[in-house]
């Protein structure tokens, strides 16, 4: 990860990814806190999340084959800056709130979001093969360059909230969007000189850029296992979310002080995975995998059985280091498995899987509290997650075959 920072470029990719990801912090907070202030509804929350994330993904893989397409200089820089105009506008609809436009806004935000951070990935990783990569192994590369994303990720994640929430506190939810937006706008300018454009993309058209990404999916089993592993892992994984509350409540009797704990717990190992994935190297991204998968997985199951708040902020340190190790290596396996030319594409579906399956992970922890106790349905997800680490445990992680191989290979 060193050899990354020392670079200027990836250096300002890297800082870049990190404003959007804080960022990106203020501006869901703030927008959670005003709808629910105007509206007074947690179905209207919902719907915000929902056309922030589950809404766009659908047309990501598109977004991102048309950029790629695209012979101009600044389509990523551009996403970024669609995201700050929108966001932008959605602050000034707050004083005139009108529910609709505020969604119709915050899904053109998230379909941007969620383009531009596939692209992201997927530049830092060539530039890094490219600029400082020994030439005999190029996934080293990729793996430190996740590994510092990861590292940022993991601090905005404890952070952004914090910073978002007083900030909201002080100054209202517009001041906190217009943060956001200010992140955008620093975040779309130091990408300037990122072209993401791909010579050999599919074809012409958007559709058949599109269609060649999933028929290389479909046709290579580690690839395809993977990112279903990924999605059904994730549908357990947040399930947790709805749970907690009423664990924390309910069962340990802990009140808002022993939440409060529980997530700074889980936080702390979300940092400290994060670090021991960046220490890990080149070592096995099967292992890093498996292991943060079931290190999430014996998190829940120690909510499950812990018999006081103590231990279960023990269980939530153990399950946030799986938290902050499992995802980097999801990003450096699909790298692994996928050709240059369409690395932009596959990320995009890997984004899209990651914003779809969370909700159906809330609305399973929502039912599973409703059927039986927090404990039973903490014991279901940790049992759910160990059971997706041994799927997991069957991929292999080859070389990735090219694309013209492979379009031979679907044809025959």
């Keep these: 990860m060193r050899a990354v920072l020392a670079n200027p470029r990836l250096r300002r990719i890297v800082a870049a990814y990190g404003i959007n990801r804080l960022g990106t912090w203020f501006g869901t907070v703030a927008l959670a806190l005003a709808v629910y202030d105007h509206t007074h509804s947690a179905l209207d929350v919902a719907a915000v999340l929902i056309a922030a994330q589950v809404l766009p993904a659908f047309v990501v893989p598109a977004v991102i084959a048309r950029v790629e397409a695209s012979k101009g200089r ?14 932008a506008a959605v602050a000034v609809l707050l004083s005139h709130f009108w529910l609709p436009a505020i969604l119709l806004l915050v899904a053109v935000d998230g379909t ?3 383009a531009a951070n596939a692209l992201l990935r997927t530049e830092l990783a060539a530039a890094a093969n490219r600029e400082i990569a020994d030439p005999e192994d190029s996934h080293a590369a990729e793996q430190q360059a996740n590994a510092a994303l990861n ?3 993991s601090v905005t994640f404890v952070l952004g909230p914090i910073l978002a929430g007083l900030l909201v506190a002080s100054a209202g939810a517009p001041a906190a969007l217009f943060v956001d937006v200010a992140s955008f706008a620093v975040s779309g300018t130091l990408l300037l000189d990122l ?8 074809g012409e058209s958007v559709r058949a850029r599109v269609r060649a990404a999933w028929d290389y999916v479909r046709g290579q ?20 979310v709805p749970i907690e509350v009423a664990y ?3 069962t340990l009797v802990a009140g808002d002080g022993g939440y409060g704990l529980l997530v700074t717990a889980w936080g702390i190992g979300v940092v400290l995975g994060s670090i021991i994935f960046a220490r890990a190297g080149t070592r096995s991204l ?19 059985i812990a018999p006081t708040l103590a231990l279960a902020a023990l269980a939530a340190v153990v399950g946030g280091i799986g938290n902050g190790v499992q995802y980097a290596p999801v990003i450096s396996g699909v790298q692994r498995l996928t050709p240059p030319s369409l690395q932009g594409r596959v990320m995009g579906l890997l984004e899209s899987i990651s914003a779809v399956t969370p909700a159906i992970g809330l609305a399973m922890g929502g039912v599973l509290v409703a059927i039986g106790s927090p404990r039973f349905a903490f014991a279901f997800v ?6 997706t680490a041994a799927v997991f445990a069957r991929v292999r992680f080859g070389a990735a075959v090219p694309e013209r191989v492979a379009a031979e290979q679907s044809v025959s």
Excluded: M
Aim: glycine content about 16%; charged content about 10%; aromatic content about 8%.
């Design 221 to 240: 089993r580690a690839l395809l296992i993977l990112l279903i592993a990924q999605g059904v892992g994730l549908i357990f994984f947040e399930s947790a």
């Design 248 to 250: 924390v409540k309910r």
């Design 195 to 202: 072209h993401p454009h791909v010579e050999e993309a599919g």
């Design 151 to 153: 590292v940022i990720f």
């Design 286 to 304: 099967t292992v890093l995998l498996v292991g943060g998968t079931l290190a999430i997985g014996c998190g829940y199951i120690g909510f499950a």
């Design 382 to 387: 940790g049992g759910g997650a160990a059971l």
């Design 112 to 114: 941007a979001a969620l």
């Design 74 to 87: 600044h389509e990523l820089s551009g996403l970024l800056y669609v995201e700050a105009v929108a966001i």
